[in-house]
């Protein structure tokens, strides 16, 4: 029973900390984890390379269903090829929101996301995890933090990469992208009604990821 395999869904808009916090949550417990925006970020940097518009829904589902994506030891592969750093840039984070937007595209993508559930457990993070793809998640974490503490951590991991940054714009970058997650009509990003709400403006990523295992063995002993 698919059902009796552990997950816990961590939801939030970008640059919340979603993905360190549940890369550690998942290697904490011994469970797999779903990096889900990278796939969305995939999907924009193949189709971008293809020449395919990012508004059109139907070519963009196509060349989607005929990637073979892999994840490795943080390592991201798409057709055997190391595609790590060209989609973590600011262009493929857009490109993937505006990806992101279309049904037909997050409709393609559902088995694949689905593939990583598996024994032990999961740790997905993403917009949608909580709300649509494991609706039966046993944890549901809804973690978030202002734009400027949200921008702020951006910007300075970029200027910790000797990458150059510019934190205005990467604020407004960040407010444009949440705006066109929580609005869009096919699985936005929103809180599940029974989700945890994480602020993190006053939470160091420790402190976040022990929270959440408190709650999650809280929900196990019950
Ligand atoms: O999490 P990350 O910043 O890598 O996600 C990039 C974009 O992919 C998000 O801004 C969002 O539009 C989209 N995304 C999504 N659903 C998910 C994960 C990411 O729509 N489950």
């Known amino acids: 029973m698919l059902d009796a395999i552990p997950v816990i869904a961590i939801d939030g808009p970008s ?3 979603k993905g360190t916090v549940a890369q550690f949550v998942a290697e904490r417990l011994g469970f797999h984890y779903l990096d889900s925006g990278a796939l969305y970020r995939i999907v924009a940097w193949a189709t971008h390379k293809k020449n395919i518009d990012w508004s059109n829904a139907t070519a963009v589902a196509e060349c989607a269903k005929t990637l073979v994506i892999r994840f490795s030891n943080n390592q991201v592969f798409l057709n055997n090829q190391d595609v790590t750093a060209d989609i973590r840039t600011e262009k493929m ?10 049904a037909p595209l997050r409709a393609a993508l559902h088995d694949l996301q689905h593939s990583f559930h598996k024994f032990p457990g999961l740790v997905a993070d993403g917009r949608d995890m909580g709300t649509v793809v494991f609706p039966n998640a046993q944890l549901k974490i809804f973690l978030t933090a202002s734009a400027e503490v949200r921008a702020k951590r951006r910007y300075d991991q970029l200027v910790g990469k000797n990458e150059s940054a510019n934190y205005e714009k990467i ?28 602020e993190a403006d006053n939470l160091t990523i420790p402190q976040e990821i022990d929270l959440i295992l408190k709650k999650y063995q809280g929900k196990m002993c019950k």
Not at 93 to 102: I, L, P, T
Not at 172 to 190: G, Y
């Open 171 to 198: 604020l407004l970058d960040l407010q444009e992208r949440d705006a066109r997650d929580k609005s869009r009509t096919s699985a936005p990003l929103i809180m599940a009604d029974d989700a945890i709400l994480l």
């Open 15 to 17: 640059a919340s900390g």
């Open 93 to 102: 984070g857009k490109g993937a929101s505006e990806v992101a937007v279309h």
